[in-house]
């Protein structure tokens, strides 16, 4: 089966991809892409950084900070294992929505920002002056890079960071019996 002629589930679908390596991959994401949106996505994105009856929600592994939401009720903010939660008293019989908003490591997006081009005027690590559109304040050159620092810490190639939401999310039914003396 292809992405085109995929049956409709009326479930809303949205794809994330690993960033490609080389520009055959780069050429591969752009065709799958292509394929995909035949789903009718209601985002794709590739990623820079991007791990409850009482049912009991578990994330496999988010690496940094994982804020989690069911049926638009904030459950809280996971940063340290086990990452798990009680999502008991937001669940409800039929469909439910389960939102998880991960915050992505800051190198990841610096190193995303080093794909696209140039507008600072790098000269090795640093720069000899201050951007002009820095100093005017007018818009960026390059409207897809989204950070500015002072230092070039990072390069196109360098190697990402493992970060965001790694592994599967599962709800694990809990049965709980009180014990009676």
Not at 40 to 61: D, I, K, L, M, W
Not at 147 to 176: K, Q
Request: proline share 10%; hydrophobic share 35%.
């Amino acid at each position: 089966m292809t992405a085109a002629n995929a049956p409709s589930t009326g479930v809303p679908v949205s794809f994330e991809f690993f960033p490609p390596k080389t520009p055959e991959g780069a050429e591969k994401l752009r065709a799958v892409r292509q394929q995909l949106y035949a789903l009718r996505p209601e985002f794709c994105s590739v990623t820079y950084g991007a791990g409850g009856s009482t049912q009991e929600g578990t994330f496999g592994t988010v690496r940094e900070i994982a804020e989690v939401l069911v049926n638009g009720k904030n459950l809280g903010v996971l940063w340290w294992p086990p990452f798990r939660l009680d999502v008991t008293d937001a669940v409800r019989p039929g469909t439910n929505q389960l939102e998880v908003r991960v915050t992505n490591l800051w190198v990841n997006r610096l190193i995303g920002d080093e794909q696209v081009p140039d507008d600072v005027g790098w000269q090795g690590v640093t720069f000899s002056s201050w951007p002009e559109w820095l100093v005017k304040g007018t818009p960026r050159p390059e409207p897809r890079r989204k950070t500015f620092t002072t230092w070039r810490h990072n390069r196109a190639d360098s190697p990402l960071i493992p970060s965001g939401l790694i592994g599967p999310v599962v709800l694990h039914p809990v049965s709980v019996y009180r014990l009676q003396d």
